[in-house]
Structure formats: structure tokens, C-alpha cells
């Protein structure tokens, strides 16, 4: 479902952060993305939503080639995929019930569609009693339940992640990971870039180690393999 394919990226200052990529990904697998900072973590996820365009090389997601993709097909790609990132990224001026309903007005779904699924999404991150609160109103594992919600509120085949534990307490990470457990237990593709060792070598699934652009390792219930 989605592939690489000898990928390559070079920033516009030289630095190259993808040296040579490939890799696959299956329907309902589970994978961190693991290596220091600077290793290319971020930029492999980036391309993979198409926030970075790989300077060459093949990214195939569900079927689309997104290194070839239009710009003004963008919003049909991330309709298919869900992202969480370390910083949350709500909308400050919406409540919770608006930030997760966004993403289904966008695409005009219909009204009662509308508030079945995000109090269903809501429900499932145990926030539907939050549902007109702001996101400053929040604690930080709540916010990142919000933007895990919304992540998932267009029932997406694969949901890419970029450290969501990152600014979170270890008790409020973990109940993060928790839930992204729970969304792949019903068959979604969790792909993660994440820093934590504990949760890596506790949640045994597939490691992807990067270093200078390139895959060092790719093992199936992999540990962290790094001291921080
Ligand atoms: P990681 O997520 O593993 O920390 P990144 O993918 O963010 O790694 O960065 C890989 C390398 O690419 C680093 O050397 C970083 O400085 C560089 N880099 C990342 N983003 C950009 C950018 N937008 N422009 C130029 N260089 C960048
Ligand atoms: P945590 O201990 O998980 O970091 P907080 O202490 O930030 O959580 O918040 C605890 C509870 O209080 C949360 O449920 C949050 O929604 C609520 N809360 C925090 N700040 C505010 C605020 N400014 N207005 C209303 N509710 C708040």
C-alpha cells in the first residue's frame, strides 16, 4: 500500500535527507521509524503525505505517485491518509467537535454523516465530553486525542505519525499509545517516527532505523537500538 522506490531528496541548501530509500509497507502493519536527530526521519515521513517531494525516486501511496502527484491533487492524497503530529496542530478558533468535523465539511459530506462520525471519533479517544471545549482549554494528551480524532475521522487506510509523544509526559504517552494500538487493531497502518525508547522496546513491532539518509535496519519486532 505504500512503497518506496530508491528515493532520494535534496534540499534546496544541499543536504541530502533521503540518500537511496526503498522500503514497503503492508495493509495493517505498525512501524517506528527510529535514528538520531538529522538522521532523515522527518523527511521520510514528509514525503510520504507529500509535504516534501522527493527530488527522485518513486513514493507510492494507495496506488498514487507522489513524486509525479499535481499539487492540486494534494487534498485528494491526504483525504486517504491521517497525520498526527508532535505539536498537535489544532485550530486555536475551533472547538474540538469543529477541528475534527474540518475535515469531513471540506470534503461536504452530509450534515448528520458529519455528527455521527465525529462523535463516534470522539468517543473512541474518550473526548465526547469535550466536544465544545477549545483546544487551550486542554491538556496536552487530550489535544493530541483531538488531533488523533481527526487523524481518523475519514477512516483512512494508514495513519502517519511524527513523534505525537514528543511533548507529552511518559503517563500521557502511553495512553496515546494505547489508542494508536487500538486504531490499528481495527486495520489501520501506523507509521511513527518516535524518539522513545521505552515505548519502542515495550509495543514490540517493526523498526526502521535511519541514519544519514539511509535504512540501516528494518526488523520485525525490532528494539530502539539507540541510547536516547
Ligand atoms: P530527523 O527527523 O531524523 O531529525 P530530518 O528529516 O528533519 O531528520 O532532517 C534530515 C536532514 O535534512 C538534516 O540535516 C536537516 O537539517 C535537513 N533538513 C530537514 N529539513 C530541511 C529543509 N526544509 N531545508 C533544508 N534542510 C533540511
Ligand atoms: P494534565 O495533568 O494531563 O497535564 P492539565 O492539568 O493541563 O492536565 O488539565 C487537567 C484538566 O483540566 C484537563 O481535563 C483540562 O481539560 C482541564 N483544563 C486545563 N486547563 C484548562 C483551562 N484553562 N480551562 C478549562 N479547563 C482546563
Known sequence: MIEMKNVYKKYPNGIVAANGLSIKFNQGEFAYIVGPSGAGKSTFIKM???????????????GMNLTTLKNKEIPYLRRQIGVVFQDFK???????????AFALEVIEEQPATIRKRVMEVLDLVGL????????N????????????????VNVPKVVIA?????????????????????I??????????????????????????????LIVRDENGGSYGYEI
Request: aromatic share 4%; charged share 25%.
Open 137 to 152: 482549554e486542554l491538556s496536552g494528551g487530550e489535544q493530541q486525542r483531538v488531533s488523533i480524532a481527526r487523524s481518523i
Open 128 to 135: 465526547k465530553h469535550k466536544a465544545r471545549m477549545f483546544p
Open 48 to 62: 510520504m503525505y507529500r509535504e516534501e517531494r522527493a527530488t527522485s525516486g518513486d513514493v507510492i501511496v494507495n
Open 184 to 213: 490499528n487493531a481495527r486495520g489501520t497502518t501506523i507509521i511513527m517516527a518516535t524518539h522513545n525508547k521505552e515505548i519502542v522496546n515495550t509495543i514490540r513491532r517493526r523498526v526502521i532505523a535511519i541514519e544519514g539518509g
Open 162 to 182: 511524527d513523534e505525537p509523544t514528543g511533548n507529552l509526559d511518559p503517563e500521557t504517552s502511553w495512553d496515546i499509545m494505547n489508542l494508536f494500538e487500538e
Open 90 to 100: 489544532l485550530l486555536p478558533m475551533l472547538n474540538v467537535y469543529e477541528n475534527v
